[in-house]
């Protein structure tokens, strides 16, 4: 899959989103005052509701319409959408209501929403028609025959959107795996010449799923098709590309030495530090007033003290406590440490909600002063549970090599974990983290957690 082709398709649904957005609003001014005096209508309305829209294309990229991922039409898309607009809706009446422009907005919001409806839908079953036509269609061919190519291109192929389909996957070994109702997929023998089939089958993009230094016969296959202009993917780095985590099955510890540039990331870490106290200081001077309050809940719901400290490990394997408002009943790991769970019956009345909000989470801004933690990073967890991980999962002990963070690229992609399963699973998104962490990616967590948390996705 390439770079530039999934860039110009998500820039395609940016931009159609924004020309959408103001041909609704003309639409709403021709039906509002019925074509009279439709430019200087068009002139009032123009700067208020491009900061308008703005505001619903951030609130558009936080709530992941944006991701190719969900960009189907389909019912994901359409609780996507509504959400999203629930939220625009809501602002777009608070900001008229504050600023007060000088128009009357309220018919014309009401109109607006209809008419940007009706639009919206429409323009996205276009681009959903637009990525199937040939000059988007990314036809993919798989070398290897495994459990997990075959999971990829199960993937793949149930996602249209996207603009790629996998056309064959070529068994270079003699593995015998059942498809398992694989969706058009055609398993192939190694053809006798490689570009032929490429050509045939009108391929653009190759992933590998074999080691081509254990196989010398693969590399000479793929060297004759270089004049063919293929994108030559190994699997670990398409599905990094394609789901935004590392496969660590599919990698070795060569791969942390290329990839773990660690040494490039020195005047980024003195920034995100910086961003941690400024924002840390603030944030906490802003709830300071509200502890009082929170006491009280706590106190009235459940026996215990107000704060909660519990050992956590921290960078490079250092160990700090951890400070929380309690969420649980006194006593509630009698039995020692267990894995939170949905519904956990430890959790208070008040703690649920806390949770879910994060509120629960304003003590550890005390731990981000510390330098102990960070905003954005891996979840710290307990030296109880990283002790019995670190032998069944490989390489779980690299996600230490950054601060642990009260929000991060696991966390907002990923569910709360309470299994072996799950933390492998949050490891593979904290190595993509790890590896790809910047200003930018930092920024597009701290969006996404606020959508986790408007929408009441925390344990």
């Known amino acids: 899959m390439s770079d530039i082709l999934t860039k110009i398709k998500r820039l395609t649904l940016i931009l159609g989103d924004i020309g959408v957005l103001y041909l609704s609003l003309y639409i709403t001014l021709l039906i509002r005052y019925q074509g009279i005096d439709i430019k200087e209508r068009w002139a009032q309305h123009l700067l208020p509701f491009s900061f308008i829209f703005a505001i619903w294309l951030l609130v558009f990229?936080?709530?992941g319409i944006y991701s190719l991922q969900i960009a189907r039409t389909n019912l994901i898309f359409y609780s996507?959408?509504?959400?999203?607009?629930t939220w625009c809706a809501a602002l777009s009446m608070a900001?008229?209501?504050?600023?007060k422009p000088g128009i009357a907005p309220k018919t014309n919001l009401l109109i607006e929403f209809l008419v940007l409806i009706v639009l919206f839908v429409a323009w996205r079953q276009i681009f959903n028609l637009l990525v199937k036509i040939k000059p988007w269609q990314n036809n993919v061919l798989i070398i290897g025959l495994n459990e997990e190519t075959l999971k990829l291109a199960r993937e793949i192929n149930a996602s249209p959107q996207l603009g790629l389909k996998v056309v064959g996957?070529?068994?270079?070994?003699?593995?015998?795996l059942e498809p398992n109702g694989i969706l058009d997929v055609e398993i192939l023998n190694p053809p006798h010449s490689l570009p032929g089939l490429i050509k045939i089958k009108k391929i653009k993009t190759i992933i590998t799923a074999l080691n081509p230094h254990h196989n010398p016969e693969l590399v000479n296959k793929l060297y004759e098709c270089i004049p063919l202009k293929i994108y030559f993917f190994d699997l670990p780095t398409f599905i990094e590309k394609f789901t935004?985590?590392?496969p660590v099955n599919s990698i070795g510890q060569i791969w942390f030495l290329e990839n773990l540039k660690e040494s490039q990331k020195i005047i980024y870490e003195i920034y995100k530090r910086a961003i941690d106290v400024v924002l840390?200081?603030?944030?906490?001077?802003?709830?300071?007033?509200?502890?009082?309050i929170l006491y009280l809940i706590v106190k009235l719901n459940s026996h215990g003290p107000f704060l909660f400290m519990q050992t956590r490990t921290g960078r490079l394997g250092k160990k700090f406590l951890a400070i929380k408002i309690r969420t649980?009943?006194?006593?509630?790991?009698t039995n020692g440490p267990q894995w939170a769970i949905k519904n956990d019956p430890r959790v208070t009345r008040s703690g649920r909600f806390m949770r879910k909000t994060r509120i629960d989470e304003i003590p550890q801004l005390i731990n981000i002063l510390r330098g102990e933690m960070s905003f954005i990073g891996p979840r710290p967890e307990r030296p109880e549970f990283i002790e019995k991980l670190e032998h069944k999962i490989p390489y779980y002990n690299e996600r230490l090599l950054v601060k642990p963070g009260l929000t991060g690229w696991a966390q907002v992609n990923f569910p709360y974990g309470s299994s072996e399963a799950d933390a492998m699973e949050k490891l593979q998104y904290d190595l993509y983290y790890i590896k790809n962490r910047s200003a930018i990616l930092d920024t597009s967590i701290f969006l996404k957690t606020i959508k986790t948390v408007l929408s009441g996705g925390g344990q």
């Open 61 to 63: 990229y936080i709530s």
């Open 80 to 85: 996507v959408l509504l959400k999203s607009l």
């Open 95 to 99: 900001f008229f209501y504050v600023i």
């Open 169 to 176: 996957v070529i068994n270079e070994g003699e593995t015998k």
């Open 244 to 246: 935004g985590k590392i």
């Open 280 to 292: 840390a200081l603030i944030i906490l001077i802003l709830t300071v007033p509200f502890l009082p």
């Open 328 to 333: 649980m009943h006194k006593n509630s790991e």
